[in-house]
């Protein structure tokens, strides 16, 4: 079946950029996308791509995608205390509706 | 955007008994509702898709007697906690698909909007 796969656990210093790596093995997958959780919060999409691209950058954020190696990224340029957060690497098939979420990688920032 | 709210945010109740979560989409229409359970540290696990006018499609391993979902209009969809035990503690969130994205058969990227999630904690 399919499978979306995270590191747990990211740690930066305030102003370096953060890169949250993820992988997948649905060979299908049409979108993929990078949700981000606050403490108690809902999911907010972030950004997404299509799996016809390689890179898509919005702002602070830019992802690159692999397509042949499975292997999704989300980089955050000069990351702040507010990007403090458990980000949710995701992926969905053209044809379903169901969107397939890997364990999240918390992010912290140090001072 | 799109706005999916969830009802109650928190709730705290005693063993053995039912709790309701109401999910709305409060400005658009949402055929398709999706239920996610989330643990601590842990990813969104769904639960349920939930069909306005038909019966919810339940992922495996979800007990469909003990989590009843309704689905009543284009608004709105239930989830109901039937029996509630201390493992049942954890947080759920919902998703709401906007009709206006996707043709029929087909889907779009950002076809889902997703609630803020409610904490039941059962003692």
């Given at each position: 079946?399919?499978?979306?796969?995270?590191?747990?656990?990211?740690?930066?210093?305030?102003?370096?950029?953060?890169?949250?790596?993820?992988?997948?093995?649905?060979?299908?997958?049409?979108?993929?996308?990078?949700?981000?959780?606050?403490?108690?919060?809902?999911?907010?999409?972030?950004?997404?791509?299509?799996?016809?691209?390689?890179?898509?950058?919005?702002?602070?954020?830019?992802?690159?995608?692999?397509?042949?190696?499975?292997?999704?990224?989300?980089?955050?340029?000069?990351?702040?205390?507010?990007?403090?957060?458990?980000?949710?690497?995701?992926?969905?098939?053209?044809?379903?509706?169901?969107?397939?979420?890997?364990?999240?990688?918390?992010?912290?920032?140090?001072? | 955007?799109?706005?999916?709210?969830?009802?109650?945010?928190?709730?705290?109740?005693?063993?053995?008994?039912?709790?309701?979560?109401?999910?709305r989409s409060l400005d658009f229409q949402a055929t398709t509702m999706f239920w996610y359970r989330q643990f601590p540290k842990q990813s969104l696990m769904l639960m349920a898709t939930s069909n306005?006018?038909?019966?919810?499609?339940?992922?495996?391993?979800?007990?469909?007697?003990?989590?009843?979902?309704?689905?009543?209009?284009?608004?709105?969809?239930?989830?109901?906690?039937?029996?509630?035990?201390?493992?049942?503690?954890?947080?759920?969130?919902?998703?709401?698909?906007?009709?206006?994205?996707?043709?029929?058969?087909?889907?779009?990227?950002?076809?889902?909007?997703?609630?803020?999630?409610?904490?039941?904690?059962?003692?």
């Amino acid at each position: 079946g399919e499978d979306v796969e995270q590191s747990l656990f990211l740690s930066v210093r305030e102003g370096d950029s953060s890169v949250i790596n993820c992988t997948y093995t649905d060979s299908s997958s049409t979108y993929l996308y990078w949700y981000k959780q606050e403490p108690g919060a809902g999911l907010q999409l972030l950004t997404y791509i299509f799996s016809n691209m390689d890179m898509k950058q919005d702002q602070r954020l830019t992802v690159l995608l692999n397509k042949k190696d499975k292997h999704l990224s989300l980089r955050i340029a000069d990351t702040q205390t507010g990007d403090s957060a458990i980000y949710f690497c995701a992926e969905k098939e053209s044809s379903a509706s169901k969107i397939i979420f890997g364990s999240g990688t918390r992010l912290s920032i140090r001072p | 955007g799109a706005v999916v709210s969830q009802h109650p945010s928190r709730v705290i109740c005693k063993s053995g008994t039912s709790v309701k979560i109401e999910c709305r989409s409060l400005d658009f229409q949402a055929t398709t509702m999706f239920w996610y359970r989330q643990f601590p540290k842990q990813s969104l696990m769904l639960m349920a898709t939930s069909n306005e006018g038909s019966k919810a499609t339940y992922e495996q391993g979800v007990e469909k007697d003990k989590f009843l979902i309704n689905h009543a209009s284009l608004t709105l969809s239930t989830l109901t906690v039937t029996s509630a035990h201390p493992e049942d503690s954890s947080f759920y969130i919902c998703s709401a698909r906007d009709t206006r994205y996707g043709l029929a058969g087909q889907s779009s990227y950002n076809e889902q909007f997703f609630g803020p999630g409610t904490r039941l904690t059962v003692l």
